[in-house]
């Protein structure tokens, strides 16, 4: 299989350049700058690209890479950071500028570069950089300029190098995907045969071999990644596999009833399926608890338990399946080079729990819009497969202070009648505007349910009733969000349908605040 090697030198953008690779119908990964140069050319890439980084390459200590990568006689492409590295590796000269050239500038390209054929002459590009590119190496040229920068892009066409200023994998820039394109497709030669039908068809392939006769366990949320999961699994093994999914009584509104349409007795797939309802057990254990990291805790904790339970039943499993998803595994430190942004709980540790004797990752490769068309293909309802994203403690994160059976009914019901009413309303949109989503579209929503009771009168008689929170942002990545401006007059008839029809809300609230400060979730 073709691909395209990423190599990280500590770049905020290191998924967004693979990603954006993919799209090209390449197949992309991401090593470390650290990564031996040995295990690198037994990868065999057909293309190597080097990301940017937060320090200065002539820094004592700053991450590096030796001239032997530039002579391997793969294409390479240096962004920012990568650009400078490779020049000063190759015997350029990198200085620090008199001052810093950020955010979008207007950059003329030499449209006879293989980079930049068929592009216009001039064109935006998202910049950021204090350091510039002061000498080209040897056999270099300038192959794009802006006001500040003259060599905002350069290339030694008969040693496969090229080196570019400005960031083409954001959005900011204009045709950043096409000269991405043509790096990997024109000059590295790829022949953008990487989609997801093929990959289904090796993944069931090599799963099926893998497994041979064999056992295997998974722990089915209802969630995008693990339904995926049990997609591959259930067409590769069958019935060798048992998902058991654990209802803790903290899901969306009919989610447990539709997960297991889906994947039970009666639906498309055929594997074995084991519903846990622990709803009540979780109640109980979460009773008077109100602080966020403890139920948080709880909540995890009795998840393992209850999965223990079930797989002690099921007895020794020669596979113990998860929904590993590359971002998991990059964010977690095993992939690049950027700092660990968060712990994975399907990453880096094996559960002690169950008596297996391997684990099996089949979405380990994927980013998240690949796992869900990687669904579509398996023919998973859309609904589940373009559900929002849930956090693992559910909805005891979306109820501020204790959790009741009570609470939980509240927030259901409002987050069901949130959640239909903006669907409604963009479906609406599409319908008078050709299929276009609106500008306000969120790309997360949902209802919490706060802590407050306030006074309230309906009917002509005197409440004390609780708040409901209304939550909706828009976001390229979750890292950062903000609030999406929804029409008044859906919000208008959200507020109206959950005071009139949810019993113990007579308040509705919306939430303006961005991440940060705040989160997206309420805790």
């Not at 002690?352 to 099996?360: N, P, Q």
């Amino acid at each position: 299989m073709q691909k395209i090697k990423v190599i990280d030198f500590g770049g905020q953008y290191n998924q967004l350049v693979a990603r954006r690779v993919r799209e090209c119908g390449v197949y992309c990964e991401i090593d470390s700058y650290r990564t031996p140069l040995e295990k690198i050319k037994a990868d065999a890439p057909d293309g190597i690209i080097l990301t940017g980084g937060p320090s200065s390459v002539y820094e004592e200590g700053a991450a590096t890479c030796s001239r032997e990568l530039f002579e391997l006689g793969i294409p390479v492409l240096g962004l920012c950071y990568g650009a400078q590295l490779m020049m000063h590796v190759l015997g350029g000269k990198v200085e620090r500028a008199s001052e810093r050239e950020y955010g979008k500038t207007e950059c003329e390209f030499d449209t006879d570069s293989s980079l930049f054929a068929e592009l216009p002459g001039k064109s935006v590009v998202w910049m950021s950089h204090f350091d510039y590119i002061s000498k080209m190496a040897d056999g270099f040229k300038s192959a794009a300029h802006t006001a500040n920068t003259p060599v905002a892009a350069a290339e030694n066409v008969s040693a496969g190098l090229y080196a570019i200023q400005f960031h083409p994998e954001v959005l900011h820039t204009e045709y950043g995907k096409e000269i991405l394109f043509n790096f990997v497709r024109n000059i590295c030669g790829c022949a953008g045969d990487w989609e997801m039908g093929s990959f289904v068809e090796r993944t069931v392939a090599a799963l099926r071999e893998k497994i041979g006769d064999g056992k295997v366990l998974l722990a089915l949320s209802g969630g995008v990644d693990s339904s995926v999961a049990a997609g591959l699994l259930s067409r590769a093994v069958g019935k060798q596999l048992t998902c058991v999914f654990v209802d803790h009584g903290l899901l969306r509104k009919d989610e447990g009833d539709e997960v297991e349409a889906v994947f039970g007795e009666g639906g498309d797939f055929d594997l074995n399926f084991i519903r846990v309802n622990a709803g009540e057990r979780y109640y109980e254990k979460l009773s008077g608890v109100t602080e966020p990291e403890r139920k948080r805790k709880i909540i995890g904790e009795e998840f393992i338990r209850v999965f223990e339970e079930e797989a002690k039943k099921i007895g020794a499993v020669d596979y113990l399946a998860q929904g590993t998803i590359y971002p998991d595994v990059v964010e977690s430190g095993l992939g690049g080079e950027s700092a660990v942004i968060k712990s994975h709980h399907n990453v880096g540790g094996l559960p002690d729990f169950v008596d297996f004797k391997e684990i099996v990752e089949p979405l380990r490769d994927l980013f998240k819009d690949e796992v869900r068309e990687a669904g579509r293909r398996l023919g998973i309802p859309e609904a589940l497969v373009s559900r929002q994203p849930f956090p693992g403690p559910g909805l005891g994160i979306r109820i501020i202070g204790d959790i009741t059976a009570e609470k939980v009914k509240i927030v259901q019901e409002a987050d069901a009648i949130y959640r239909e009413e903006v669907d409604n309303a963009i479906a609406d949109w599409k319908a008078s505007h050709g299929g276009t989503a609106p500008d306000w579209k969120p790309d997360q929503y949902f209802a919490a349910l706060t802590n407050m009771r306030s006074v309230g009168v309906m009917g002509d008689e005197r409440t004390y009733d609780y708040a409901v929170a209304l939550r909706a942002v828009k976001t390229v990545d979750f890292m950062t969000a903000e609030s999406a401006q929804i029409p008044w007059e859906v919000l208008q008839k959200v507020t109206s349908r959950i005071v009139n029809e949810v019993r113990g809300v007579n308040r509705v609230f919306y939430d303006l605040t961005g991440k940060p400060p705040g989160t997206i979730e309420f805790e």
